[in-house]
């Protein structure tokens, strides 16, 4: 669990970026701004999620190696963070979710999807670990469960607060400079 705190709110960025950029685009009035802030904010997500996944295996060794431990313990943590790090893309997507909804003084909302995270986590993990009796490998489920239902919520509230429409046009979303801005990358 500490491994995914550091690492998840490595990319606190996400969420604090999204909430500056959403808000600068709504107190200039622009609606389209709004929409690829939150497109370019999810596909960062995306990618930088789907790269954790991937590097899973090495992650995986060089953390559980560092953290010592029996051989039983070692195994245990190997099975959650192996599930568990399948959630990266949705806790991340997630991030930009709540961001955007907070620059837009949807606060209300936010703590909504952060509810429906928690509440479906809990559920699912006395489900899956009380009930099932899936251990570790069932709490590392329910985690996942819970922020795809998050992802999907915000989503949705997204999707309602557009006016049905999530589309951005293919060069709004790959605006070099609001990339860069978005990523703080300095080009001087």
């Given at each position: 669990?500490?491994?995914?705190n550091?690492v998840?709110?490595?990319f606190g960025?996400?969420?604090?970026?999204?909430?500056a950029?959403?808000?600068?685009a709504?107190?200039?009035?622009?609606r389209?701004?709004?929409r690829?802030?939150?497109?370019r904010g999810?596909?960062l997500a995306?990618?930088?999620?789907?790269?954790l996944?991937v590097?899973?295996?090495p992650l995986?060794?060089?953390?559980?190696?560092?953290m010592?431990?029996?051989?039983?313990?070692?195994?245990?943590?190997r099975?959650?963070f192996?599930?568990?790090?399948?959630?990266?893309?949705?806790?991340?997507a997630?991030y930009v979710?709540?961001?955007w909804?907070?620059g837009?003084?949807?606060?209300?909302l936010a703590l909504?999807?952060?509810?429906?995270i928690n509440?479906?986590?809990?559920?699912?993990?006395?489900?899956?670990?009380?009930?099932?009796?899936?251990?570790?490998a069932?709490?590392?489920?329910?985690?996942?469960?819970?922020e795809?239902?998050?992802?999907?919520?915000?989503?949705?509230?997204?999707?309602?607060l557009?006016?049905?429409?999530l589309?951005?046009?293919l060069?709004?979303l790959?605006?070099?400079?609001k990339?860069m801005h978005m990523?703080a990358?300095?080009r001087d």
């Open positions: 669990g500490l491994f995914f550091f998840f709110w490595g960025f996400l969420r604090m970026g999204t909430v950029f959403t808000a600068q709504l107190g200039a009035g622009q389209n701004e709004i690829a802030v939150l497109a999810l596909v995306g990618i930088v999620g789907l790269l996944v590097l899973q295996g995986a060794t060089t953390i559980l190696s560092l010592g431990g029996s051989e039983g313990v070692t195994e245990a943590a099975s959650y192996v599930i568990r790090l399948w959630s990266a893309p949705l806790v991340l997630n979710l709540l961001g909804l907070v837009q003084a949807r606060a209300g909504l999807t952060q509810v429906a509440v479906t986590n809990m559920a699912v993990t006395v489900l899956l670990v009380l009930i099932l009796d899936y251990g570790i069932g709490a590392a489920i329910a985690a996942i469960a819970g795809a239902v998050g992802f999907v919520l915000g989503l949705g509230i997204a999707w309602l557009n006016g049905r429409r589309a951005v046009s060069r709004e790959l605006d070099r400079d990339l990523m990358v300095n």
